[in-house]
């Protein structure tokens, strides 16, 4: 592996997020608490190797890359991005409390933040494979 399959291995775990998260709220509304249980966890484990990736993959190459789309799509791909990270820099202190709250067999609080906490973690996930694709896949920058 090297350091130019970063980008895509972030994108995989990101997405490997999203389908946890969404198995997570199935097995919940169907009240299987273990298989909720294990979802959750299994879309934290995901979503903070995909932060270790992220955080090296750009420390050690101090990449930025340039986005290629023009017009009316620039505009929807920088309000996707900025939102993205936004939301991702809050979704972190959320996701610990959610976690904790569940952990600590508090679970009408933990309802309670996983209300907000659930969509918004949800929203950068996909969103983060959605950047993936803008700036790799669909428009690149031209070399």
């Not at 298989?35 to 992220?54: I, K, N, W």
């Not at 959320?94 to 907000?116: D, P, Q, V």
């Not at 969509?119 to 969103?127: A, D, I």
Request: net charge positive; glycine share 6%.
């Amino acid at each position: 592996m090297t350091l130019q399959d970063f980008p895509a291995l972030d994108a995989s775990l990101n997405g490997t997020a999203a389908v946890l998260l969404t198995a997570g709220f199935a097995f919940i509304q169907q009240k299987k608490v273990a298989a909720h249980r294990a979802c959750m966890l299994g879309a934290f484990a995901v979503s903070t190797v995909f932060l270790g990736c992220y955080l090296y993959y750009h420390i050690t190459t101090g990449a930025r890359t340039p986005f290629g789309g023009t017009g009316a799509i620039r505009t929807i791909y920088y309000t996707m991005l900025i939102s993205h990270i936004l939301l991702a820099i809050v979704i972190v202190p959320l996701i610990l409390r959610t976690l904790t709250l569940a952990l600590k067999g508090s679970y009408e609080r933990h309802r309670a933040w996983a209300r907000w906490t659930f969509p918004l973690w949800y929203y950068v996930s996909v969103t983060g494979v959605l950047v993936y694709f803008f700036l790799y896949q669909w428009w690149p920058a031209p070399k």
